[in-house]
């Protein structure tokens, strides 16, 4: 499994505040969407989520996300060294991605550039 890098979830109260800030600090434009409720900016290596205090608890318990080359690859190398997949592998607006308990506990994100 190719790991490509890692993300950093924040969960802020304003995003509009909150994206100058991080642009400055990452040298970018932030990228917009939305996802169940959520805003989200992705700006540089960090992605902000703003939104209803329940989406922002289920989400605050993914400790980070990390790009892959491939979920699916991702998948079956997490479940032979004995994670949890949780949910997924799903469609997203940039890719597929799918969540993890790993056996120490911790749950991430795994993300995919891979239009389906």
């Known amino acids: 499994m190719d790991i490509l890098g890692a993300t950093l979830r924040v969960c802020v109260a304003d995003l509009e505040s909150a994206i100058p800030f991080y642009e400055r600090l990452a040298g970018g434009p932030a990228l917009r969407f939305e996802r169940g409720g959520v805003s989200v900016a992705a700006v540089g290596c960090f992605l902000l989520m703003s939104g209803p205090e329940a989406e922002l608890e289920l989400l ?57």
């Open 60 to 116: 605050r318990k993914v400790a980070a996300t990390i790009a892959v080359a491939d979920v699916d690859e991702a998948h079956k190398v997490l479940t032979e060294l004995g994670a949890d997949v949780i949910a997924g592998p799903v469609p997203t607006p940039v890719g597929r991605n799918l969540i993890a308990r790993h056996p120490d506990g911790t749950v991430y994100e795994y993300v995919d550039r891979r239009r389906t």
